[in-house]
């Protein structure tokens, strides 16, 4: 790591210098677009199957009680890991729950599996992958700060954020456009065949020993971790604003019922409006490889927050499938702003040591909001009708963040020096 002092802070590939950090873009790559394409056709044929926007809700719900219920341990476990071998098992088990989920929608299995059966079943797998979920971010967070140098994290995270939105800009469209022309039993077969080269990706990492070795009970070493984020004010900030958000502005996942009853767009239509998010995204996060936005970390999230919300009550109102999609674009675009702000900051404030921990934490608070948030609206959908519910949720989303303007003013301020100077 000693290169890391005459790397330029300033380089805009300063991150993709290092070999190892390659490999690990290119597993977080292959995994997330296997991922997202899963996404889609679960979403897609459940609510084919069902005809129940609840239904949908209840796919991020089997996916989020596992995922939170795990997440400490998860973090435990990978704190005293090693990553690698970790990361391993992990992509084992998802490959399994896909492969039994492309068993039981394939046509071969149709006499032997009753369709009563199949969308239990497809819960079921959801549900294992959430457990794999609870070991996965604790792992990968963990592992990124271990193979660039600190100098150098900002960079790294906007590299790690890109790729996974470049993933979900791919993913879903294929999945989409595969599953409309060729049938479930061909995207699943591609979705297990990508997961096999983030499989293949893992053995070009090194093997990371772990720099947590336990002294204490479970129970006091899962303490410390909670402690720990409870006592950084920016850092629970940032996570409770993006729970909050997130779960209120959770309405993407009712897109399925905007491309089959509003829009009537289809399968193929459903995989470029998840496309088009994406999209803003990663377009956004490549500029901000340049152009950072991190001079004033907390007004840039709260501003990003803001337009986040208003960008989906725009989409929720919106009758027309081309003007649907640049709200979409643009709801991408603000959340990944938001999403670089505060990976950066956690990755600035969080020990070593405690890595795997405080991202189980966060893995808490944020990684399964999208699910909880989906179930949210999927809730909210059945009560409400769907487009109230995607207004009240984006509605929400921009109550939540000038609620939390008016209590951190005087954070608005801070560059990200003064805020570095949380970890001297």
Same mark, same amino acid.
């Given at each position: ?67 939170? /219920? ?12 090693? %990553? ?49 979920? !609870? ?21 790294? /995270?906007?590299?790690?954020? /890109? ?19 060729? !049938? ?95 999209? !803003? ?100 959908? %059945? ?42």
């Amino acid at each position: 790591m000693q290169k890391a002092t005459i790397i330029d802070k300033k380089d805009p590939y300063a991150a993709l210098r290092y070999k190892e950090f390659r490999s690990y873009l290119g597993m977080r790559f292959f995994f997330t677009f296997a991922y997202q394409m899963q996404a889609v056709i679960i979403g897609f044929h459940i609510y084919h199957l069902t005809k129940d926007p609840l239904a949908l809700g209840l796919v991020g719900l089997c996916e989020a009680i596992p995922a939170i /219920s795990i997440a400490l341990y998860g973090g435990y476990v990978a704190d005293k890991s090693e %990553k690698r071998g970790l990361l391993l098992k992990v992509f084992i088990g998802v490959f399994i729950c896909s492969l039994v989920m492309l068993l039981v929608t394939s046509s071969q299995m149709q006499p032997y599996v009753p369709v009563n059966y199949i969308v239990p079943i497809m819960y079921l797998m959801v549900f294992g992958i959430g457990i794999a979920r !609870g070991f996965f971010s604790p792992a990968t967070f963990s592992l990124m700060a271990q193979i660039v140098p600190k100098e150098i994290y900002p960079n790294s /995270s906007t590299w790690n954020s /890109s790729s996974w939105q470049a993933a979900s800009i791919i993913g879903p469209a294929m999945g989409g456009l595969i599953y409309g022309f060729f !049938g479930i039993t061909a995207t699943y077969s591609l979705i297990l065949f990508f997961i096999g080269v983030a499989l293949i990706c893992i053995f070009f990492l090194k093997p990371h020993p772990p720099t947590f070795i336990p002294k204490d009970s479970i129970i006091k070493s899962l303490t410390e971790g909670v402690k720990f984020v409870f006592n950084n004010k920016m850092m629970l900030g940032a996570m409770s604003l993006d729970l909050f958000s997130v779960f209120f502005g959770g309405a993407v996942a009712l897109l399925p019922v905007f491309a089959n009853d509003i829009l009537k767009v289809g399968s193929e239509g459903l995989g470029f409006m998840r496309a088009a998010a994406s999209s !803003g995204a990663v377009i956004t996060m490549f500029l901000m490889t340049r152009f950072s936005p991190m001079n004033k970390p907390w007004r840039n999230l709260l501003i990003a927050v803001t337009g986040f919300g208003t960008s989906i009550i725009c989409y929720g109102l919106s009758k027309n499938f081309y003007l649907t999609l640049a709200f979409l674009f643009m709801e991408g675009a603000f959340d990944s702003v938001s999403v670089i702000i505060r990976s950066t900051i956690m990755q600035l404030l969080t020990p070593d040591q405690m890595r795997g921990r405080v991202s189980a934490v966060n893995s808490m608070f944020i990684g399964s909001s999208n699910e909880i948030g989906a179930f949210e609206s999927g809730l909210t959908a %059945k009560l409400m009708r769907t487009v109230p519910a995607v207004v009240f949720g984006g509605s929400m989303t921009i109550l939540v963040a000038g609620i939390t303007y008016m209590k951190t003013k005087g954070m608005t301020k801070l560059s990200l020096e003064e805020i570095n100077e949380h970890t001297t």
